[in-house]
Every structure is written in structure tokens, then in C-alpha cells.
């Protein structure tokens, strides 16, 4: 009985972090076809769009999906994980970061 202790403790925070890990990948993903849609539109126009409207997304106040323009070259995706914590997505470096 003292073996499942910890494991009463713990494995609902294991839990929670790996549905954490999940959420993030899927916004990551959703965040992904956003980006294509932005460069498929800098493709054809030779610009980047002034909004996610015009990439045929709404925007939406609740996201879950952000973009911003930061100059005519670059831009930035991010969505929220947690009060005051994003994940951002650079164009200038092509990466997400935490």
C-alpha cells in the first residue's frame, strides 16, 4: 500500500503535464497551416497580409491563434498556454519558442 502513494501523488500531475504537452503540440499544429497560409499569401501577393482575414482566418479576440506583422518581411504567431505565457512563432527564425 505505501508503494502507491507516490504514484496517488504524482500521477495525476504526470497526467496533466501530458495533456499540457498535447494541447501545446496541437496549437503548434493549428499554428502551422496558419503560417502556410500566410506564406502562400506572401507567395502570390509579395507581401505579407495585414491580417489573418485576409488568409481567409477569423480573427478572433479569443484566438486561439495570434498574428502580428513586426515589418513588411516578418511576423510573429503566438497563442497563450497559461496566464501571462505564449508560444511564439518567429518568421525570422522559422522556429516556435517557449
Do not use: C, N
Not at 501530458?18 to 494541447?23: C, E, F, R, S, T
Not at 502551422?32 to 497560409?37: A, N
Not at 498574428?67 to 518567429?90: A, M, Q
Amino acid at each position: 500500500m505505501l508503494a502507491a502513494g507516490p504514484l496517488l501523488f504524482f500521477g495525476p500531475i504526470v497526467a496533466l503535464d501530458l495533456v499540457w504537452d498535447v494541447g501545446v503540440y496541437v496549437l503548434k499544429k493549428e499554428g502551422d497551416s496558419v503560417r502556410d497560409k500566410i506564406e502562400a499569401y506572401r507567395s502570390v501577393h509579395g507581401a505579407l497580409p495585414p491580417d489573418l482575414e485576409a488568409v481567409g482566418i477569423p480573427e478572433r479576440m479569443e484566438g486561439p491563434i495570434y498574428y502580428r506583422r513586426e515589418d513588411d518581411r516578418e511576423y510573429i504567431l503566438w497563442f497563450g498556454t497559461t496566464l501571462g505565457e505564449s508560444v511564439i512563432y518567429s518568421s525570422k527564425t522559422r522556429q516556435w519558442d517557449q
